[in-house]
């Protein structure tokens, strides 16, 4: 029996191992042919620009638009501000280690908020003169145009945060908008086809949620991005005022805050002494 069995087994698994063979090969060239197809997704970011209307591709391209000037201001006014630091910096060690004014603005670079406020004061100063002027002292005079050159450099630093603003707070409504007339042009397709199967309303329904975090997406970096340009610019302007302060202290005294401080109080422990 066992010598039967052994002379039979090899005779009959030959078409078993055939049939094998070829079953793998039609599923290796099944899978292949699969991965080979492009699976396109009838959902998605795609399906709404080419399922929309003129209405909510031009609301989506407004959100885009917004994005993109969001960043922009954010990227730029860092910049800005940055620069602004570098140059405080220079000028506390340039501008006040002069033998002059005069010599302490042309050290100053080109361009530099420090040196439109020094050109300004110093102007100021050297042309006190005329009928209407002489009804302001010098100290006024002097004081109030060193405060017009600052608020100009404020002005500057703000420039592009009420952009911002209004990013932040109009960009989730108009992202409601979109969803609320993608839902309301898929709800009308779907009655017009007669299909209220819960695969022909999700697809267009999610899709018109989309524009809602689009929407979120886009106020929320420029909310952020509007606190903090604000924040820092506090800190610019901190800069800013000190050295307006100093300078009209040198304008009128020729000492700097600290010099005079220094000057007291010799002159307090001269007198204890």
């Known amino acids: 029996m066992f010598q039967f069995q052994s002379r039979a087994t090899p005779r009959a698994r030959g078409p078993m191992v055939s049939m094998a063979?070829?079953?793998?090969?039609?599923?290796?060239?099944?899978?292949?042919?699969?991965?080979?197809?492009?699976?396109?997704?009838?959902?998605?970011l795609q399906a709404l620009w080419e399922g929309g209307d003129m209405i909510a591709r031009g609301t989506l391209l407004i959100l885009v638009v917004m994005s993109m000037g969001s960043w922009y201001i954010i990227v730029a006014k860092l910049l800005e501000q940055a620069k602004v630091l570098r140059r405080a910096r220079a000028a506390e060690k340039k501008f006040w280690n002069a033998a002059s004014l005069s010599e302490g603005v042309r050290s100053l670079e080109a361009g530099s908020p420090f040196r439109y406020i020094a050109e300004t004061g110093l102007s100021a100063r050297d042309h006190h003169k005329g009928a209407m002027l002489d009804q302001a002292d010098l100290n006024t005079w002097v004081a109030s145009a060193i405060e017009r050159a600052m608020t100009g450099v404020s002005n500057r630093l703000q420039d592009g945060l009420s952009f911002l603003g209004t990013v932040g707070s109009t960009a989730p409504f108009v992202g409601l908008f979109g969803t609320v007339w993608g839902i309301y042009h898929a709800l009308t397709a779907i009655g017009i086809a007669g299909q209220a199967s819960i695969d022909k309303v999700a697809g267009p329904v999610g899709e018109a949620l989309i524009m809602t975090a689009i929407g979120l997406a886009v106020a929320v970096p420029a909310v952020l991005g509007y606190n903090w340009l604000v924040r820092r610019n506090k800190a610019v302007m901190e800069r800013v005022r000190d050295f307006g302060s100093e300078l009209h202290n040198v304008l009128l005294t020729g000492k700097t805050t600290a010099t005079a401080v220094v000057a007291t109080r010799t002159s307090q422990v001269a007198r204890v002494g």
């Not at 079953?23 to 009838?42: D, E, G, Q, Y």
């Open 21 to 44: 063979v070829v079953s793998m090969i039609a599923a290796f060239a099944s899978l292949s042919a699969h991965a080979a197809s492009t699976v396109t997704n009838p959902y998605g």
